[in-house]
């Protein structure tokens, strides 16, 4: 009897230690107007939620409100086990870009472990900045909307980014995080505005995705491994890429990386890999690209072993970036270009280890051709262009 009733209270306590606490920011004066700036009640929630010892969920009610500048979430002495935001509002940026423009990043997660952010909208407002860039004018850098640095256990599902001013989400030195759901939006015109950017993370997946932007709808710099995308939609934009990479001497690697079931839309690439042609002793290595669908995208599949974006600041060595063992395999569509499949490789460091299998390219309702330049490697099955490997 004794021992059921420890039992019993055992079970008790491991049952109120798992009940979730919820925190709504409007208790805390966040005002769903888009006018009033409701960040300090955002931090006051944050803080109420870090200092439980039970789950905690706060709670974004549906409106919009207004984050009138950078505002950080830290975790580093977090109790929680978990914080979940339920967002069914828009939070906003300030329409002057001055207010977050030199901020690096609007809203950033710093340190933590076990964070969910589900649904909500983040307008960030970026087409002022966009107009002043775009004029040639001096501006500010520009803030990255959502930006998770040195991170762990975290999930962004349902999330919708609206005109960044930078990268719309950022991943920095982050440990299996999960991105799904999301939808992200810019025009293809607008600077700078990747979709999603991973660096020096690991374990991280992507998951059915929208991303329409001016720039690459998923990049991936330096120092990444073990990455799944699958079952994202890019379009406009810059492609998925690895890169650029190889700017620097010393630089990690990027490894292990696989993107399945993706499909392009009028972007200028598809499947890309970019590196530098300077002295770098970084590497890809282990690269799977596997059922993609390209619809008049203007480079379907390349690696550029000479990057050099308006021909800008190039010192013209040969890129120390090696390349080696990447897959593509069903890769079928039509190329905005004659050229679909284009390998410029380094002559310091050719490619190894390219192998393609069932590529089927057309330009015009013919097929498309290839261009290879100290490329090596396999073909095998159907293969329109004609391998040049």
């Given at each position: 009897?004794?021992?059921?009733?420890?039992?019993i209270l055992i079970?008790?306590?491991?049952?109120l230690?798992?009940?979730?606490v919820?925190y709504?920011?409007?208790?805390f004066?966040a005002k769903?107007d888009g006018?009033s700036?409701?960040k300090?009640?955002f931090?006051?929630a944050w803080n109420l939620?870090?200092?439980?010892?039970?789950?905690?969920v706060?709670?974004?009610?549906?409106?919009?409100?207004l984050?009138a500048?950078?505002?950080t979430?830290?975790g580093?002495?977090c109790?929680?086990?978990?914080?979940?935001?339920?967002?069914y509002g828009?939070?906003v940026?300030p329409?002057s870009?001055?207010?977050?423009?030199d901020?690096?990043?609007?809203?950033?997660?710093y340190?933590v472990?076990?964070?969910t952010?589900n649904?909500?909208t983040?307008d960030a407002q970026?087409s002022s900045?966009?107009?002043?860039?775009?004029?040639g004018?001096?501006?500010p850098?520009g803030s990255?909307?959502?930006?998770?640095y040195?991170?762990?256990?975290?999930v962004i599902s349902?999330?919708?980014?609206?005109?960044?001013?930078m990268f719309h989400?950022?991943?920095?030195?982050c440990?299996?995080?999960?991105?799904q759901?999301v939808?992200?939006?810019a025009?293809?015109?607008s600077?700078?505005t990747?979709?999603i950017h991973?660096?020096?993370s690991t374990g991280?997946t992507?998951?059915?995705?929208k991303i329409?932007?001016?720039?690459?709808c998923?990049?991936?710099?330096?120092?990444?491994?073990?990455i799944?995308?699958?079952k994202v939609?890019?379009g406009?934009?810059h492609?998925?890429?690895?890169?650029?990479l190889?700017w620097?001497?010393?630089?990690?690697?990027?490894?292990?990386?696989?993107?399945?079931?993706?499909t392009?839309?009028?972007?200028?690439?598809?499947l890309?890999?970019k590196?530098w042609?300077?002295?770098?002793?970084g590497?890809?290595?282990?690269?799977?690209f596997k059922?993609?669908?390209?619809?008049?995208?203007q480079?379907?599949?390349?690696i550029?072993?000479?990057y050099?974006?308006?021909n800008?600041?190039?010192?013209?060595?040969?890129s120390?970036?090696k390349?080696?063992?990447v897959?593509?395999?069903?890769?079928?569509?039509t190329?905005?270009t004659?050229?679909?499949v284009?390998?410029?490789?380094?002559k310091?460091n050719?490619?190894r280890?390219?192998v393609?299998?069932d590529?089927?390219l057309?330009?015009g309702g013919?097929?498309?051709n290839?261009?290879?330049?100290?490329?090596?490697?396999t073909?095998s099955?159907l293969l329109?262009?004609t391998?040049?490997?």
């Amino acid at each position: 009897m004794v021992i059921k009733h420890i039992l019993i209270l055992i079970f008790l306590v491991l049952q109120l230690s798992s009940a979730k606490v919820t925190y709504n920011v409007t208790s805390f004066g966040a005002k769903p107007d888009g006018r009033s700036d409701s960040k300090n009640a955002f931090m006051k929630a944050w803080n109420l939620s870090c200092n439980s010892t039970s789950p905690a969920v706060i709670y974004v009610p549906a409106g919009r409100y207004l984050i009138a500048s950078a505002l950080t979430f830290s975790g580093q002495a977090c109790k929680s086990r978990a914080i979940t935001f339920n967002i069914y509002g828009t939070l906003v940026a300030p329409s002057s870009y001055n207010a977050i423009g030199d901020a690096q990043v609007w809203i950033k997660f710093y340190i933590v472990k076990n964070v969910t952010i589900n649904g909500g909208t983040l307008d960030a407002q970026g087409s002022s900045l966009w107009a002043c860039k775009l004029a040639g004018k001096a501006c500010p850098q520009g803030s990255t909307t959502l930006g998770i640095y040195h991170s762990q256990n975290v999930v962004i599902s349902k999330l919708r980014s609206l005109n960044s001013q930078m990268f719309h989400i950022l991943l920095y030195g982050c440990k299996n995080a999960k991105i799904q759901g999301v939808s992200i939006l810019a025009p293809g015109l607008s600077p700078n505005t990747d979709g999603i950017h991973l660096a020096l993370s690991t374990g991280i997946t992507i998951l059915s995705s929208k991303i329409s932007t001016g720039d690459d709808c998923v990049s991936m710099g330096p120092g990444n491994s073990n990455i799944w995308i699958e079952k994202v939609v890019c379009g406009p934009g810059h492609g998925i890429s690895i890169g650029s990479l190889g700017w620097e001497l010393n630089e990690p690697g990027v490894q292990n990386v696989t993107v399945k079931t993706t499909t392009f839309v009028g972007t200028t690439n598809g499947l890309r890999i970019k590196a530098w042609a300077r002295n770098s002793n970084g590497f890809v290595n282990g690269v799977y690209f596997k059922g993609a669908t390209m619809m008049n995208v203007q480079f379907p599949i390349i690696i550029d072993g000479n990057y050099c974006p308006n021909n800008n600041n190039c010192p013209n060595e040969a890129s120390g970036v090696k390349i080696s063992n990447v897959v593509y395999e069903n890769v079928h569509g039509t190329s905005a270009t004659r050229v679909a499949v284009k390998f410029d490789c380094s002559k310091g460091n050719p490619c190894r280890g390219i192998v393609l299998k069932d590529v089927d390219l057309k330009f015009g309702g013919q097929p498309a051709n290839s261009s290879c330049s100290y490329a090596a490697g396999t073909a095998s099955g159907l293969l329109q262009p004609t391998s040049c490997l």
